[in-house]
């Protein structure tokens, strides 16, 4: 699934690719903001992890995993 999280004051996104599913992402989110936490903590595809502080989250986009075509679409 494609997550997208827009920061405040900054023009471009984080986009990631995670493999957990949407109601996994969005609890981690809710579980986070009720516990009052200053950090969520995601893990994208590869491994790697993105620590993004939820006082700078404008947005949290969550995709619905599906692969783009690549080429011409008749």
């Keep these: 699934m494609e997550i997208r999280i827009g920061i405040i004051n900054n023009a471009r996104e984080l986009n990631f690719e995670t493999e957990r599913s949407a109601a996994e ?3 981690l989110i809710s579980d986070a903001l009720h516990n009052e936490s200053k950090l969520i903590k ?3 595809a590869k ?3 993105f620590l993004v502080p939820i006082a700078s989250v404008a947005y949290i986009e969550l995709g619905s995993g599906v692969t783009r075509r ?3 679409v008749a």
């Design 25 to 27: 992402v969005e609890k």
């Design 42 to 44: 995601f893990e994208d």
């Design 47 to 49: 491994g790697d992890i």
């Design 70 to 72: 690549i080429g011409f």
